[in-house]
């Protein structure tokens, strides 16, 4: 199935207000676009570095640029197409903080 990406302006602004990531998510919009997931392993398939989160939160971590950045997204399944929300974006440090909190499941900056 295609995937629409929900609030792809939350990457546009992050790398607005981050010049240095531009390079580094330049790349990740396409491949989501021609993406055909039928199921998370799928996700996997498009992005191996990626990790999916467990506790039923339907989130998934995006290691973008050499894993400089993180991005946790959330995805639902529908009949036709598969929904993936950007939920937050940051840096690995900035991700750590989050995961040492145990907020990597629940957070949604957007």
């Known amino acids: 199935m295609k995937v629409h990406l929900i609030r792809k302006e939350t990457i546009e602004r992050f790398v607005r207000n981050n010049a240095q990531s531009r390079g580094s998510f330049s ?6 676009k021609y993406g055909d997931w039928n199921a ?3 996700i996997l398939a498009t992005f191996p ?3 999916l989160l467990c506790n039923g939160s339907n989130k998934v971590v995006f290691d973008i640029g050499g894993n400089k950045y ?5 995805y639902a399944f529908g009949d036709r197409q598969v929904h993936l929300f950007i939920c937050w974006i940051g840096t690995h440090a900035q991700y ?6 145990g907020e990597q499941y629940t957070t949604s900056d957007y």
């Open 49 to 51: 570095s990626a990790d």
């Open 70 to 74: 993180r991005m946790i997204g959330k």
């Open 27 to 32: 790349e990740w919009p396409a491949q989501v």
């Open 96 to 101: 750590d903080r989050l995961c040492d909190n």
């Open 40 to 42: 998370p392993a799928d």
